[in-house]
């Protein structure tokens, strides 16, 4: 698969991207408000010319958060046929404030400690999540194009809504960062006193506090974008830090061990690569030819914990019906099949061929 896309934005992300899709064969243009970063971009073979390209079929916007959203509406007018998603995790403040079918709220689920184009890399998304958002507007045929795009790019497409999306990378991203900026920063300040405490500060501490090394001009956006969300597992956090106290103090083993034991199980349980060709069905589903339907079974998917690896949309000869091609794991075919039926759908499955 290849084509032409811009990429709005050369830093990190958004030169990842520019790399991985030359690598892929596209023709890349680049649009950044800091020319000098964006002619180190061309020196490096980030991008492959400069300014908005009309013929553009992809457009990912990945500026600041703050900032997504009009440059979403830019790119939308620069190129009048091309679809445009974004790089952004908060969603719902640029989901609700573009209302065009050709935009499909978007979050790579990737990153560097590195920052700017020297962290970026063609294989910064292969075997990591990509959330795909789209909104109440977003088209199907916008839908499954930017989803095949990223895919090509070796990542797994994961479909929430918006603020779903926004509340579930409050735990698994904004407040974990806080968290470990908060850790760090107490060390530092511990180390004034006691000379070796950051000398000390090896395996796990470093491990928990890798992301506080991460760009901080990002942040207190992103904070602003996601105050609601992230202050409500702040709030969860606060309470299970003063259980965690009182079993300390109390010298509660039980407890403690119940913890530890519950949470060691969770992670070791973290899903991690993808099943072989052979472990693999096809569920077909046949759809009103309607807006918003590839979305709402896409979505349906991720709520029921069923990753799909390839998606396809069909239409009928006549127009008014179409059928979804969706390859899921062997195992999760049932529950698939009963999450659609319940909502009406009539779906049918059998061996990949």
């Given at each position: ?178 968290t470990a900026a908060t850790l760090m920063g107490l060390a530092a300040a511990r180390s004034e006193e006691h000379y070796a405490v950051l000398r000390l500060a090896a395996g ?135 999450g659609l039926m319940a909502k009406g759908y009539r779906p049918t499955s059998g061996p990949l061929t």
């Amino acid at each position: 698969m290849s084509g032409r896309a811009t990429v709005v934005g050369v830093g990190l992300i958004g030169g990842s991207i520019g790399l991985a899709l030359r690598e892929r064969g596209w023709h890349v243009s680049g649009v950044d408000s800091d020319e000098a970063r964006l002619a180190t971009a061309l020196e490096m073979g980030v991008v492959d010319s400069a300014g908005w390209d009309p013929a553009a079929e992809v457009t990912f916007v990945a500026t600041p958060v703050a900032h997504i959203a009009d440059a979403v509406r830019e790119a939308l007018a620069a190129s009048p046929s091309g679809l445009v998603t974004d790089v952004g995790s908060v969603k719902v403040p640029v989901v609700s404030g573009v209302d065009d079918p050709r935009f499909v709220g978007g979050h790579p689920m990737a990153g560097s400690e590195q920052d700017g184009l020297e962290g970026a890399a063609a294989d910064m998304f292969v075997d990591t999540n990509w959330v795909l958002t789209p909104g109440d507007a977003t088209d199907d045929a916008s839908f499954a194009r930017v989803r095949t795009t990223v895919a090509s790019l070796g990542a797994e497409v994961v479909t929430l809504s918006p603020d779903r999306h926004d509340a579930l990378v409050a735990l698994v991203s904004h407040v974990p960062h806080l968290t470990a900026a908060t850790l760090m920063g107490l060390a530092a300040a511990r180390s004034e006193e006691h000379y070796a405490v950051l000398r000390l500060a090896a395996g796990g501490f470093r491990d928990m506090t890798r992301v506080a090394a991460g760009h901080p001009g990002i942040w207190p956006d992103i904070c602003a974008e996601n105050s609601h969300a992230i202050a409500e597992v702040l709030d969860d956090l606060i309470a299970a830090l003063g259980v965690v106290r009182r079993e300390v103090v109390d010298s509660d083993r039980d407890g403690l061990l119940d913890r530890l034991e519950t949470a060691r199980a969770a992670r070791v349980s973290l899903p991690t690569g993808a099943p072989r060709p052979s472990e693999l069905a096809e569920v077909r589903v046949p759809i009103p030819d309607r807006h918003g339907e590839l979305a709402a079974i896409a979505t349906l998917a991720t709520e029921l914990d069923v990753n799909i690896y390839d998606l396809e949309i069909a239409h009928s000869a006549e127009g008014d019906r179409g059928v979804v091609l969706l390859i899921v794991e062997t195992g999760l075919v049932e529950r698939l099949k009963g999450g659609l039926m319940a909502k009406g759908y009539r779906p049918t499955s059998g061996p990949l061929t």
